[in-house]
Structure formats: C-alpha cells, structure tokens
C-alpha cells in the first residue's frame, strides 16, 4: 500500500515583533492626526447633547466677513503667483544655465528658511515703517524723500504691497524646493534637441520645459496656497498695521483673544479654509491627470546649460544673491542695529548703542529666557521624535502588503499638509486641552502640536531617503540572519542618515520659530518664542523685540550648522574606513581574492578569511 505525499504546506508566520511596534506607532500616529478632527466636530456643533448649528448663523452675521473672505482670496491668490514665478526663475537659473554658482546655487533660495518668519517680518517692520523705518531714514539723510513730511515714507510696510511683498518673502522657498526638483529630473537632453532644431530659448522654455514641469508647478502652488491661509506671523503684524482683516488672524482671535473662546465660530471659519484648500487641491489634481503636460523617463542623456552670457549672467547672479539679502541678511541687520538701541526712532544714536536688551533676556529667569529653552527644547525633541517615527512609518509601509494599510499610512500622515495648520491646532486645542486629557497649559501639548504638523515634511524627507536605499542590502542583511529591528538601525537608519539630518534641520527650523500652532497651544505657563515676541511687540518694546528676534534667529542657526558639520564629519569618518578596507581587499595575494571571490555571495558568513584561503 502506498501513502500519497502529500505537498508541504507554506509555513504561515505571523507578524514579526518589528511590524506590531512599527503598526502601533503608524496606528497611534493617525489616531493623533485624525481623532482630534474627528472628536472636535461633535464636540463643537452640539449643546447639552443635542445637536447646535448656530455657529454657522453667527459666522454669517459677522461684520466684514465678506470683505474678510475677498481679503484673504487675493491675498493668497497673489502671493502664491508672484513667489511661484520667483521659484520657478530661480529653479531654472540654478538647474539650466550657466548661472549656477556652484554649491551655493542650492543654498541661497532656501537661506530664508532659516530666518523665522515672524523675526523677518519685525525686521521689514523696522526697515520701511512710514516714520522711523531704517530705508525711509536713510532716503531722507540722502535727500531722495521730502523730510518735511508728516507722513514720513516713501516706504510703507503698513499696505497691501508690503503685506504681499514679506508673504512672499516666505513662501518661495517652499515653492522652490518643489519646482527645482522637478527641473532637475526632467532630462535635460529633450531641451538640448530642442535647440538644436531651431527652436529659440524662448520656445523651448514654453514648449518643452514648462510642460514638463506642470505637475510640478503646480503642487509648489497648491503648497504655497496652503501655507499662504495658515501664515499668520504678516497678516498680524502688517495686515493690522494696515487695517487688513483676513482669515488667519479671525481664526485666531476667536479661538484664543476672546473670552469667552468662540470655538464653534471658529471651527466654521476653519472648514471654510479646508473648503478653499480642498477646492485647490483638486483642481491640481485634475490639471495633473488632464496629460497637457510631458512626461520623460529612462536615463538621461547629459545636455548643455544656456549661456547667459556675461551681461546676463552677472544680473541673473545679482538676482540670486539679492534675494537672500532682502529676505534674510537685511531685516537681521536692522534687527541687530535696533537691539541695540535705547528706543526705536528715526535717528539712530550711534554712542547710546548697549546690550541692555539682550542682558535683560539673558539675566535671571524671566519669561524671555524662559521661551528661549521651551522652543529650544521643544525643537530638538519633536523633531528627533518626528523624522525617527516618520522614517519608522515609511519602512512600516514599505514591508506591509496590505495595499489599503500603505495607503491609509501614506494618506493620513501627508494630511496635515493639505489642512490648514490653524485647523489642526484647533482641533488639538479643543481634544486634548480639556477632560479627559487635561493637557492644556503644558509642554506636552505643544510637542504633540508640532509633531502633528510638521509630519508631512519630516515624512517627505524620509520617503526620499529611504528610496535611495538597495533594496538588495535590506535583503542581504535579512537572509543573514538578522532581525528586522537589527537591520532597521544596522542598516537602514545610518544610509538614511544624510537625508534624515536634512529633514530634521528644516523642522527644527520650523518648530523653533513656530507661531501659527503656539498661539493656539501655548499658555502663560509654557512661553515660546514666537508668542514671547509677539506680545512683546504688541506692547511697544522694541529694543526686546529686536533682541528676541535676532536671538530666535542665530540660535537655531547655531544649532543647525553644528548638526550638519558633526553629519559631514560622521560621513567621512566612515567614508574613509572604507576606503581603508577596500584598499585592504586590493592589497590581498591573488589567491586569497580567487578563493574569498567564490564565496562572495555569503554575505552573513562567519568563517575568517585564513579558513577559507587554508
């Protein structure tokens, strides 16, 4: 009698200890995403239990909304067409011409970005506000400007150009991060083709090189878009200055400078910026997918940059230099020269100069430096936990083979860049401050806020590194025996590091000179900077807030340059190690190589190179 065999089964096994810790974290993360705007909407539009839509009525009845509304449309409609174009100019000079200026060429339109955006816009108050601005004074002192004036100027930070103008200033380096990329992935050979057959600059740039970067020009407009509804650090500063109501700011005022809050108010106001955003986003989407656009791939072949020539070069240069001048080093130097007064005027009295300002930040244990070490503190924690957690999440999502888990992970932690930054505040500030959580009042709020909305830039940067991983050294490392915790931190977290160390710098960034999620988390308890700053300026005193500014500005800039050198140190010191062992492999007899050559492919193996030469 024979037994039929019967075929082996395919052992199931279940998910390694690796994949429930990295699934939790993805899980507790979306929850923190998602539940507060989930919890908040209940909460907010019902009374005693029964459901209560008057919020709505009163939003209706508001005085000035609409103009409000017609404010806040042109405001971001102009600002995100002007810095997209910026972007887009700079994006081509840097990825197409013969411009370039070297290394710096990728610096210079993202230096703003180290400047918070609240110390930059102090610092164009001080340069060019009608009376005692710095330019204003200097126009006078040359005789460009009547100094009889009352009125003082010509400058007038205090107008829709000067509110359009520092918007602007702050968003083309977010533009251009997206455009530059684009361009720089577009094979360069189809231009070169172009040229070649006749076609002048002009047409190749609008036939060839815009077509192809449509998608691209688009997202960086949908991103500025965003980010244009949730600033808040200009239109409070210069759009009040300027009697210029837009939505931001009444977000704000009702949810956090009124008492009681009006929450409800509030929330309705932020759904109708998630409508305006939603409504952007899918016309992006459609004009990507409509196909008016090119699309390349396969390798690319090389091709030749435009030459400007020597005029055209040197005013194209002048205009890559100009710009981190007037976005960065020209506000921080008023700044500066104002810190060191006794008070701000017109005249600057040079041997009254002091450091009282800063002695007084500095000195003791006052609230000052007391919001230096909460945003300090709080920049370094929640960025470290964000790009980690991000960089967990992407190589979750990358072992999953459940298609909707990878989609829901990549769909919910990329939220909070598609909802205004205002909107997820509240809704935190509504979850989490009161029972059962009872968070409000603490740093801990504040962390989890700043994680929440600066995970799609941490995630981004991370995606991006993860991908320029072999997926064959993942592999190796695995049929070696090693575990999947092991070959996260052997292997793949020190190749992420370089692109890891740059997103955590931009949110470090980001986080320290935050003010759009601290106004609404922060209390008297737990000062930042931005909130300190903001208040100090509303109360008149210059001197400090100039101070403050210029200190918010070169701490973190401190910071992020020891971060970077120690990164390049680290590469090196490693780069050279191998370099040692490869010219150690060069240097063995030739029939150590013959027979250590034949067992290449056991990566894992153990047994010493004398055994297998033996």
Not at 29 to 48: A, H, M, Q, R
Request: hydrophobic share 50%; net charge positive.
């Amino acid at each position: 009698m024979t037994i039929p065999k019967v075929p082996p089964q395919p052992v199931r096994r279940g998910p390694s200890v690796f994949k429930i810790v990295a699934g939790f974290i993805t899980f507790i993360v979306c929850i923190l995403i998602v539940g507060p705007l989930v919890i908040t909407i209940p909460e907010v539009f019902s009374e005693n239990g029964e459901p209560d839509f008057s919020a709505f009525g009163e939003v209706w009845n508001q005085a000035g909304l609409w103009e409000m509304l017609g404010n806040t449309i042109f405001l971001v409609v102009a600002t995100s067409l002007i810095a997209v174009a910026i972007a887009a100019v700079f994006a081509w000079l840097n990825e197409r011409t013969t411009a370039r200026i070297g290394w710096l060429s990728e610096t210079l339109p993202i230096i703003p970005m180290l400047v918070p955006s609240l110390a930059g816009t102090i610092g164009w108050i001080l340069l060019a506000e009608p009376g005692p601005g710095l330019i204003n004074n200097v126009l006078r002192v040359i005789g460009l400007t009547d100094t009889t004036s009352t009125e003082g100027g010509p400058l007038n930070i205090y107008s829709w150009s000067g509110l359009i103008f520092v918007s602007v200033l702050n968003l083309v380096p977010h533009a251009y991060l997206v455009i530059a990329a684009a361009l720089r992935n577009v094979d360069p050979s189809l231009e070169e083709a172009s040229r070649d057959a006749g076609a002048s600059e002009l047409r190749t740039l609008r036939r060839i090189t815009l077509p192809a970067i449509g998608p691209a020009i688009a997202s960086g407009a949908l991103l500025v878009m965003v980010m244009s509804f949730a600033l808040y650090s200009v239109p409070i500063l210069i759009g009040t200055g300027a009697g210029i109501d837009v939505l931001a700011v009444r977000v704000v005022r009702l949810a956090v400078r009124v008492f009681p809050p009006e929450l409800g108010q509030a929330f309705v106001l932020g759904l109708v910026m998630l409508l305006f955003i939603g409504t952007m986003a899918i016309l992006q989407r459609r004009l990507s997918k409509a196909g008016h656009h090119a699309t390349v791939g396969g390798k690319f072949g090389g091709g030749s940059k435009v030459d400007l020539g020597r005029v055209g070069g040197f005013l194209a240069r002048f205009f890559m230099l100009f710009y981190p001048f007037l976005t960065a080093i020209l506000p921080l130097i008023a700044l500066f020269i104002v810190s060191l007064q006794p008070f701000w005027s017109a005249q600057i009295n040079w041997s009254a100069m002091n450091f009282d300002a800063y002695e007084r930040i500095f000195s003791g244990n006052g609230r000052e430096l007391l919001a230096i070490r909460n945003s300090v503190t709080l920049a370094l924690v929640g960025a470290t936990i964000a790009i980690l957690v991000a960089a967990l999440i992407d190589v979750f999502r990358e072992m999953s083979n459940k298609r909707w888990v990878n989609d829901a992970a990549f769909g919910i932690t990329r939220l909070p860049g598609v909802v205004s930054n205002i909107l997820i505040a509240l809704a935190i500030l509504a979850t989490l401050a009161g029972p059962p959580f009872n968070l409000g009042g603490t740093l801990l709020i504040l962390l989890i806020g700043y994680i929440v909305l600066y995970l799609p830039q941490a995630s981004v940067s991370s995606e991006s590194a993860l991908a320029q991983i072999d997926r064959s050294l993942v592999e190796a490392s695995r049929n070696s025996g090693a575990s999947e915790f092991r070959t996260f931190f052997k292997v793949q977290l020190p190749l992420m590091i370089p692109g890891l160390t740059a997103g955590w710098v931009f949110l470090f960034v980001l986080m320290a000179g935050d003010l759009t999620g601290s106004v609404m988390l922060v209390s008297t308890r737990t000062p930042v900077i931005g909130t300190v700053t903001l208040d100090t300026f509303e109360s008149g005193s210059y001197p400090i807030v100039a101070a403050l500014s210029v200190v918010a500005s070169v701490i973190p800039a401190i910071i992020v340059i020891a971060v970077l050198t120690l990164t390049r140190r680290m590469q090196e010191r490693r780069g050279r190690g191998d370099g040692a062992v490869k010219r150690a492999r060069k240097q063995r007899p030739a029939v150590d190589k013959s027979v250590t050559g034949l067992g290449a492919a056991n990566v894992g193996s153990s047994v010493p190179d004398n055994t297998r030469t033996g």
